[in-house]
């Protein structure tokens, strides 16, 4: 473990200090001493009753038993004051780019923590679901595993459609295009 960091479960959020309209939880497994390699990385994102504690709390065994770092961000509703609390679910919302805003928790845990998160786990329930399906989408290349339960509402593979009933202009949106090779290369359930 890191200086600073307890191990276990803490009572609350972090802010998520790039922007601190968004937070996040974490548990840090205890590391044992033969183990010199640095924990993995899981990343539960809660569905739209937004109890990121919750979710967290789900993968302590899993991430105990396989020595993971879970981290379960917290994307509020009406961030922008307009009322919305579906943006996360689409990965956009005006000039918000939650994949961007994960990314960055992401990396901050890395540094609190010392986990690699090069490339993680990422679950997601309904809600979260939705955002996994379509970060799957944008990265490939980060993910190890995805678990994406009841989306809902899916972007199809269209490309006569764009973002997010379909991927015609992912490139302009976000500045990439879908992979279809790497997607196939990320375990999918």
């Known amino acids: 473990e890191q200086p600073g ?3 276990g479960t803490g009572t609350g959020l972090q802010p998520y200090s790039l922007d601190p309209r968004f937070s996040y939880c974490l548990f840090v497994p205890p590391r044992p001493a033969e183990h ?9 994102v809660h569905d739209s009753t937004r109890n990121p504690l919750t979710f967290r709390d789900r993968f302590i065994d899993f991430a105990a038993r396989w020595h993971q770092v879970v981290l379960a961000p917290l ?5 922008r ?5 579906d943006g996360y679910k689409v990965l956009m919302e005006g000039d918000i780019r939650y994949d961007e805003v994960l990314q960055g928790m992401v990396a901050e845990a890395a540094v609190r923590t010392g986990c690699d998160a090069d490339r993680l786990f ?3 329930y309904s809600g979260g679901g939705q955002f996994v399906h379509r970060y799957l989408l944008l990265h490939p290349e ?12 899916v972007t199809l593979m269209d490309a006569a459609v764009d973002w997010w009933g379909g991927i015609r202009d992912t490139g302009i949106r976000f500045g990439r295009t879908v992979d279809i090779d790497a997607i196939r290369r990320v375990p999918i359930q």
């Not at 994307?75 to 961030?79: G, R």
């Not at 980060?142 to 339960?149: S, Y």
């Open 122 to 124: 990422l679950f997601g």
């Open 75 to 79: 994307f509020p509703p009406n961030v």
């Open 81 to 85: 004051g307009d009322g919305n609390g």
């Open 142 to 153: 980060r993910l190890r595993a995805v678990c994406a339960g009841a989306p809902g509402e």
């Open 5 to 7: 960091v307890q191990a």
């Open 36 to 44: 010199c390699a640095p924990p993995g990385l899981v990343v539960a």
